[in-house]
């Protein structure tokens, strides 16, 4: 059971270079996360998929799309880099509402440099 | 619209000592509320939550926060900090309806002298 992972673990681009960053979760979830977390401003959410088939805009969306390929994977997709997509990613899963777990999961995270 | 506040950015304790991380939120009702750690080039794991009942939880590695609705705080305590605890912590609040989304502070980088 290796929870969430994500891949790659480092990226370097330059402007304007497209890039995919992939996301897989084996723990059975229904709903799964992206976030990009940057130097005092916490973690916040680029999209989410509550359930497979469905993805919806978070807090960030500008400059990125998701996929949500299937139950298990939810890749996140920056079509031309700019510097300001610099950040760590993290992606994330849970459990559906209602039952007792309701925290999510969080994977190792991707460093992203855009030059 | 929700938001959570974690005052203080950077705290430095010595070891052996108690800790407390503080953690206010705006949010229409009772969210679901939770306490994260990040050690330095890793994930996010899961220290405690609250849901509903007992406002005092105990999470793993000897912490515990309690919630004060009238306060609207969830603070995060320890009684003995050990080095090991050297981290960043980040409060979050999720709602109880809609989405499973979670909203998180800016975080609290702990440091812990010898």
């Known amino acids: 059971n290796a929870g969430v992972t994500q891949t790659p673990k480092f990226q370097v681009l330059k402007t304007g270079q497209s890039m995919t960053l992939q996301c897989a979760q084996d723990?059975?979830?229904?709903?799964m996360y992206w976030y990009r977390q940057d130097p005092g401003m916490g973690l916040r959410l680029i999209y989410y998929s509550a359930s497979e088939g469905t993805t919806d805009k978070g807090e960030v969306p500008n400059g990125y799309n998701v996929s949500r390929l299937n139950k298990r994977e939810f890749s996140l997709r920056l079509e031309s880099a700019a510097p300001s997509q610099t950040s760590v990613y993290f992606c994330a899963s849970t459990t559906p509402r209602g039952l007792p777990s309701y925290e999510q999961y969080f994977g190792p995270g991707t460093r992203l440099t855009v030059t | 619209a929700q938001s959570v506040t974690q005052p203080d950015i950077h705290i430095t304790v010595s070891e052996g000592a108690s800790l407390e991380l503080r953690c206010n939120y705006s949010?229409?009702?009772?969210?679901?509320l939770f306490w994260y750690v990040q050690s330095p080039g890793q994930g996010l794991q899961l220290l405690l939550k609250?849901?509903?009942?007992?406002?005092l939880v105990q999470g793993i590695k000897g912490f515990e926060a309690e919630f004060k609705r009238s306060q609207s705080s969830f603070n995060l305590r320890k009684p003995s900090v050990h080095w090991s605890d050297a981290a960043e912590y980040f409060c979050a609040v999720g709602a109880r309806t809609g989405a499973n989304n979670l909203f998180f502070g800016t975080g609290t980088r702990l440091t812990v002298i010898p």
């Open positions: 723990m059975n979830h229904n709903s």
């Open positions: 609250y849901f509903s009942g007992d406002t």
């Open positions: 949010y229409g009702a009772t969210p679901y």
